[in-house]
């Protein structure tokens, strides 16, 4: 009994942190440019405003402003303080290492 309700609400936390992940990813995504050596991608820089890295060939450029923490702060709940710093250590994170793998 208890180990149902337990791995139930299990479930629901998986669920919503793959949501949140997703939502991640996809901020990054709509705030990355296309690397012009490589034409992969290239996320935003979380410690900047407009500086980019290549995941692939590490080419760091600056180019338009970005809106990552911006964005991501908003989209996790900015009045719930140890909540949204949690996202942003985390979103920091994946932007710094650029590792998607991690979030699937
Ligand atoms: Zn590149």
Same mark, same amino acid.
């Given at each position: 009994?208890?180990?149902?309700?337990?791995?139930?609400?299990?479930?629901?936390?998986?669920? %919503?942190?793959?949501?949140?992940?997703?939502?991640?990813?996809?901020?990054?995504?709509?705030?990355?440019?296309?690397?012009?050596?490589?034409?992969?991608?290239?996320?935003?820089?979380?410690?900047?405003?407009?500086?980019?890295?290549?995941?692939?060939?590490?080419?760091?450029?600056?180019?338009?402003?970005?809106?990552?923490?911006?964005?991501?702060?908003?989209?996790?709940?900015?009045?719930?303080?140890?909540?949204?710093?949690?996202?942003? %250590?985390?979103? %920091?994170?994946?932007?710094?290492?650029?590792?998607?793998?991690?979030?699937?």
């Amino acid at each position: 009994m208890f180990k149902t309700i337990s791995n139930f609400f299990k479930s629901i936390n998986e669920d %919503k942190i793959n949501d949140e992940n997703q939502k991640m990813l996809q901020i990054l995504d709509s705030e990355s440019l296309t690397c012009t050596s490589c034409n992969n991608i290239a996320y935003p820089v979380w410690s900047s405003k407009n500086k980019y890295r290549c995941t692939e060939c590490d080419r760091r450029f600056s180019n338009i402003n970005h809106n990552l923490i911006e964005r991501a702060l908003n989209e996790f709940d900015i009045n719930n303080m140890n909540y949204s710093k949690e996202k942003e %250590k985390k979103l %920091k994170l994946i932007c710094e290492r650029s590792i998607k793998s991690e979030l699937i």
